[in-house]
């Protein structure tokens, strides 16, 4: 059983152009979570979806970032006309039903906007 | 919403003594707390957790208390090594609940000094 698979690992964007995370949960999970860590700082929470559904986007800016978790296929975080300040470690963790507790982490994206 | 505080940010011990890292959180409801160790370029991974119906779990040398009563719980290491040099982070969630989000403290940086 793959763990959380997340892709790319890099991804380096100039200011104004959109930046496409991925993240695959682990077989069977179908929560997905996604944090960002900025330099030396902790994980801070963006959204909680499950599948084709948002539960949780308090985290989330309300301008230019978006997420969804599709019936198929993995969980997409989207930043459009990414700025400098978008530049972090984006993390996703997933996580049986509720019922179950452990969340697992992926490598992380490093996102670097130039 | 709730609310994780974590201390100290940083902590430096030396080879051989014990580390204690403190989280408190203000949900009261909130009744799992996991720890996460972060090494450098690596996702956070789970090392202990705890729910809200014990008070103390033991993991070789790692151990987390917990204190409902006063929201607060505690990761203690004992023997440390240079291994154990890392970014932990605690978390608070509610396990048993359609939203089983999760909500992590700032992290603390641990350095052990061989």
């Known amino acids: 059983n793959a763990g959380v698979m997340q892709n790319p690992r890099h991804l380096v964007r100039r200011r104004g152009q959109e930046a496409r995370l991925r993240c695959s949960p682990m077989?069977?999970?179908?929560?997905v979570y996604w944090y960002r860590q900025l330099p030396e700082e902790g994980l801070k929470f963006m959204v909680y979806?499950?599948?084709?559904?948002?539960?949780?986007e308090s985290g989330m800016p309300k301008e230019r970032f978006s997420a969804e978790f599709p019936k198929e296929g993995p969980s997409i975080l989207r930043i459009q006309q990414v700025v400098r300040g978008d530049s972090a470690a984006y993390f996703c963790?997933?996580?049986?039903?509720?019922?179950?507790?452990?969340?697992?982490f992926g490598q992380g994206t490093r996102l670097t906007v130039v | 919403g709730e609310n994780v505080e974590q201390h100290p940010s940083t902590l430096s011990v030396q080879e051989g003594d014990s580390a204690v890292i403190k989280c408190t959180y203000s949900?009261?409801?909130?009744?799992?707390f996991p720890w996460y160790k972060q090494e450098l370029g690596k996702g956070p991974q789970l090392i202990i957790d705890?729910?809200?119906?014990?008070g103390e779990k033991k993991d070789q040398r790692i151990a987390v208390t917990l204190n409902k009563t006063a929201k607060h719980f505690s990761l203690h290491i004992t023997e440390t090594q240079p291994e154990d040099s890392a970014v932990y982070f605690c978390?608070?969630?509610?396990?048993?609940?359609?939203?089983?989000?999760?909500?992590f403290g700032a992290g603390t940086r641990l350095t052990v000094k061989p």
């Open positions: 963790a997933s996580s049986p039903r509720p019922g179950d507790t452990e969340a697992f």
């Open positions: 077989k069977g999970h179908s929560h």
């Open positions: 979806l499950q599948k084709e559904n948002i539960i949780d």
């Open positions: 949900d009261s409801a909130s009744n799992y």
């Open positions: 705890i729910r809200s119906n014990v």
């Open positions: 978390a608070a969630s509610i396990i048993f609940s359609d939203n089983n989000d999760m909500r």
